[in-house]
């Protein structure tokens, strides 16, 4: 996976990828003001992949996943490519879009009780999107993605309302009724945030077992770092609405090259007790914080002047990809600093 | 070098202070005339150019002229000074209705918030029975009672409108009780009264003062109907509603202007004070 | 020497609606004892439904206990309800922080005003004092002026949390509690108040009672910790033991289910709190 700007999309003979993000820009207005959330994203994705973003508050990582599913608020102005299986979502038609949000995609939400009518039964819920099959099908679908998801006594729970579900459990009704459809790529944004992590663990076992029974990309924003770890196999760190590493999942928490994310993971409290946790000064910011240069510049501790003048491009470094310029001569001194710390 | 060398200088990271009061234009336009409406009615005799009650037999039901810029009446009064001094009696009734009501309505809807259990049930059905009572038909009743005039009306209404602003506040109270910084203040050892008053009420002033708004529209309109069929301000004071009826021999002989003036004064207090009562309420609960 | 806090077989039940019409107990804290010393700070570790907030709330004088005793400086607490003069007393001894900053502040006060009020309440001083006091505070805390005169709506999650410390600090108190007090908070800014809590309470002096579910941010602020399981203690002791060498079963579930390298999400073996 890498984050180049699309070249392929063209009509040769190139097979186009599940997702195609290329230099995706989002605008909102909030109070009265068009603010910048997103500033050039680019991002893709095979089948059956599975990508982790991962980004604190403001990074505009939620706005990203939306923006594939073309959920963002009405008048968002959007530019960029968005394409899926080489379509680009932002020209689809209401028909074929409500058809690729049904059959295409699945989206499970931090807070399930926002998201689920709480006057119907979750077996209506659970039913949503497979209409078009009988009655009774739609019932044995039901219960067997709830057995899927490791919830017992399925007929009991079918006739069940949400509120007499606890969050971890209706949250896996969640995913059980995201992945019901039949979706190819499944967005979900911090689905176990809000749960204890004995629940997260088991959540995230049961979502890992689905994914690979159906051979189901995913997208995966989250804050925590280890988490996307653990159940991805790419991560891509944002900051500022903007990707500032990408690199494989398994050797991102020793071999990370951005300062941020070195950052990051320092600041994260750590097994052996030390005397103060390394903390990145000020605050996380939104892309329309951020100035000419180097998002990040205003809070690196090896920030220089050509840091401040001009954004760095992504560009790869071994196996990753990062918008640094100090990349390559930070690359043994962050090491050291995170083995330390 | 390890990742704590060389911080940089602190950034100015904080966020910028978003303004409080983004210009809402309408509703500033609707306040500019609430409050050139008031300043009206304070300053009557010093812009009025005749007095009120001044009869000029020989210039009944004149149009428009130099000498009278919006005519005269039946009796040869000055339109546009009895309109002026009109606004006196015409917004001094909703001022009492409002006043009286809004602190009623807030008192126990903040104390039935605030203590709760059989309390706040009691104040709720006392406030069920209120409702019933339409405002207008109380009024008329305890004109009935008590004679014709200003104050019979203004405790009717006072007491009707009531209910309509303690439902509203008390919702508001309600959500506002459950925030944590309600109970920080419990642990912070402050009484009952400063918990309720300076922090719960505080929190919804901008939602009190909007209601009293709306209640002073509603309220003059109400007063006004009551003047127009008698039962509120007796002539030969000028008073909008009094004006409109008085008017009405005229307007079917073609002379329009009396009650042209005062019934056209009464809508745009009326909606002045209403746009403004809206957009205030409207205000309040986007803050939540 | 006698410790700070202690807490004797504290239980709390309370009556909800069961089935059939019947009410039921639920039992959120159960016979739970423990002490802190002067200076120390005590973890209180559990998922939901493990009664550690309810401890928390119980301590603070928020609510009352069904049966039990809390002692703070070798007095122990009356039962509620507290007269005036007895809230303020204990406001000065034991304060908390919450979870969440955005409405544990007053959001039509000013920092200055929220801080100010507290100093008039507990202490007779003059303005002046007041004054140079509230600079202390917000120094302590990391903030300053430009701080000052903001409302809460105008200040990152941070510097929230920070006044709400500075606020809980104005009352003198000896005890803190710190409810979930960095959950809410983004990663690099949750290191920078776990900082901040550590300087203070060297600075201070100050005791912790530290509530959370997250046990890296438990290992960092705690000396000892107790881990929570449905309102009982399944166990206790210095936190680098506990979180080190657990013995509980539910301590080990607990360790294994937290994310970190090499780490794979399991279906779990003994039914979380949750579900």
Redesign the interface.
């Known amino acids: 996976m890498n984050t180049q700007a699309p070249s392929r999309l063209n009509g040769n003979a190139a097979e186009p990828r599940l997702l195609d993000l290329g230099g995706l820009r989002v605008e909102l207005k909030t109070?009265?003001r068009w603010r910048t959330v997103v500033q050039g994203v680019s991002l893709n994705l095979e089948a059956a992949q599975a990508v982790g973003i991962v980004g604190?508050?403001g990074s505009g990582k939620s706005v990203t996943a939306r923006s594939i599913a073309r959920l963002l608020p009405r008048g968002a102005r959007v530019s960029g490519d968005v394409r899926f299986d080489g379509e680009p979502v932002w020209a689809m038609n209401r028909a074929r879009l409500r058809r690729f949000r049904a059959r295409d995609l699945g989206i499970v939400y931090q807070d399930p009780r926002a998201h689920v009518n709480e006057m119907h039964p979750i077996g209506d819920f659970l039913t949503e999107g497979i209409r078009d099959h009988s009655p009774r099908e739609r019932r044995e679908l039901a219960v067997a993605a709830l057995g899927a998801t490791?919830i017992p006594d399925a007929d009991r729970r079918l006739r069940q309302y949400p509120h007499q579900l606890?969050?971890?459990?209706l949250q896996r009704v969640m995913i059980a009724a995201a992945i019901l459809p039949g979706p190819r790529l499944l967005l979900a944004d911090e689905p176990t945030t809000a749960?204890?992590?004995?629940?997260?663990?088991?959540?995230?076992?049961?979502l890992?077992e689905q994914r690979h029974a159906r051979q189901l990309a995913m997208i995966f924003i989250t804050?925590?770092l280890?988490?996307a770890?653990?159940?991805t196999d790419t991560i891509a760190v944002m900051y500022a609405g903007t990707i500032v590493e990408t690199g494989p999942s398994a050797t991102m928490?020793?071999a990370a090259l951005h300062?941020y994310t070195?950052?990051?993971l320092?600041?994260?409290?750590?097994?052996a007790?030390?005397?103060?946790?390394?903390?990145?000064?000020?605050?996380?910011?939104a892309a329309y914080?951020s100035g000419p240069g180097c998002v990040f510049a205003?809070?690196?501790?090896?920030?220089q002047q050509r840091c401040l003048q001009a954004r760095p491009e992504p560009r790869p470094l071994g196996d990753h990809v990062v918008s640094c310029y100090r990349a390559e001569e930070l690359q043994g001194?962050?090491q050291?600093?995170?083995e330390?710390? | 070098?390890?990742?704590?060398?060389?911080?940089?200088r602190?950034?100015a990271?904080l966020r910028a202070e978003?303004p409080l009061v983004?210009a809402d234009m309408v509703a500033v336009a609707a306040g500019c005339i609430c409050i050139a409406l008031l300043t009206v009615a304070i300053f009557a005799p010093l812009i009025a150019p005749y007095q009120p009650d001044t009869i000029n037999a020989a210039a009944i039901n004149q149009g428009p002229s130099a000498a009278h810029l919006l005519g005269t009446d039946s009796l040869g009064r000055d339109v546009l000074s009895r309109a002026l001094y009109g606004a006196r009696l015409s917004l001094l009734g909703p001022a009492l209705v409002t006043i009286l009501s809004t602190t009623f309505g807030t008192a126990i809807a903040i104390a039935g918030t605030w203590v709760g259990g059989a309390f706040d049930r009691l104040a709720a059905r006392f406030m069920d029975i209120l409702f019933a009572f339409p405002g207008l038909l109380f009024a008329v009743l305890a004109v009935v009672a008590f004679g014709a005039g200003l104050i019979a009306p203004v405790i009717a209404l006072s007491v009707a409108y009531t209910p309509y602003i303690a439902r509203v506040i008390r919702a508001a109270a309600v959500h506002e009780r459950q925030l944590p910084y309600l109970e920080t203040c419990q642990l912070l050892g402050y009484s009952s009264w400063r918990t309720a008053v300076y922090h719960l009420v505080r929190n919804v002033r901008l939602l009190i003062v909007a209601q009293a708004t709306l209640a002073f529209g509603y309220s003059l309109l109400d007063l006004a109907g009551l003047s127009f069929i008698g039962l509120g301000v007796q002539p030969p004071s000028a008073e909008w509603g009094l004006m409109v009826s008085e008017g009405d021999s005229a307007l079917l002989n073609g002379y329009p202007y009396e009650s042209l003036a005062a019934g056209a004064a009464i809508v745009i207090t009326v909606v002045a004070f209403n746009v403004l009562g809206e957009r205030l309420t409207a205000r309040s609960q986007s803050r939540q | 020497m006698p410790a700070l806090l202690e807490v004797e077989n504290l239980r709390k039940v309370y009556r909800v609606p069961g089935g059939k019409g019947r009410n039921a107990d639920l039992v959120a804290v159960d016979q739970l004892s423990f002490q802190v010393p002067a200076g120390g700070s005590l973890a209180i570790v559990g998922?939901?439904g493990s009664g550690k907030t309810t401890t928390a709330r119980l301590i603070a004088g928020l609510e009352s206990p069904t049966s039990g005793m809390i002692r703070v400086d070798g007095e122990a607490r009356k039962p509620l309800p507290w007269a005036r003069g007895e809230r303020a007393r204990y406001a000065r001894q034991v304060q908390m922080v919450y979870q969440d900053p955005f409405t544990s502040l007053d959001p039509s006060q000013t920092i200055q005003a929220c801080l100010d009020e507290v100093l008039r309440c507990h202490f007779s001083q003059d303005t002046d004092a007041r004054g140079s006091r509230i600079s202390q505070l917000l120094g302590q805390c990391g903030l300053d002026d430009r701080h000052r005169h903001r409302r809460p709506r105008s200040l990152?999650?941070?510097?929230r949390q920070r006044a709400a410390i500075a606020r809980a600090l104005a009352a003198g108190p000896q005890v803190l509690i710190l409810d979930e007090a960095v959950s809410s908070l983004?990663?690099?800014?949750?290191?920078?108040i776990?900082?901040l809590l550590?300087?203070l309470r060297s600075a201070l002096g100050l005791t912790y009672l530290f509530i959370s579910?997250?046990?890296?941010?438990v290992?960092?602020v705690s000396d000892e910790c107790i881990v929570m399981y449905r309102g009982a203690a399944v166990e206790s002791g210095g936190t680098?033991n506990v979180l080190g060498a657990p013995k509980a079963d539910y301590t080990r579930?607990?360790l294994?289910?937290?994310?970190?390298?090499g780490?794979?999400?399991?279906?779990?073996a003994v039914h979380?709190?949750?579900?």
């Open positions: 109070g009265g604190e508050s490791g606890s969050g971890g459990l749960l204890d992590v004995t629940t997260q663990s088991e959540v995230m076992a049961i890992a804050h925590d280890d988490l770890a653990a159940v928490h020793e300062p070195a950052g990051l320092a600041a994260r409290p750590r097994p007790r030390v005397a103060s946790l390394y903390t990145i000064p000020g605050r996380p910011i914080e205003s809070r690196c501790a090896y920030v001194t962050l050291q600093a995170l330390r710390a | 070098m390890a990742l704590t060398a060389r911080l940089p602190a950034p990271l978003e983004k | 998922e939901s990152s999650g941070g510097e983004d990663v690099s800014i949750q290191a920078q776990l900082n550590a300087s579910h997250d046990l890296g941010v290992r960092q680098q579930q607990l294994d289910a937290i994310p970190r390298p780490w794979a999400p399991r279906r779990q979380p709190a949750s579900l």
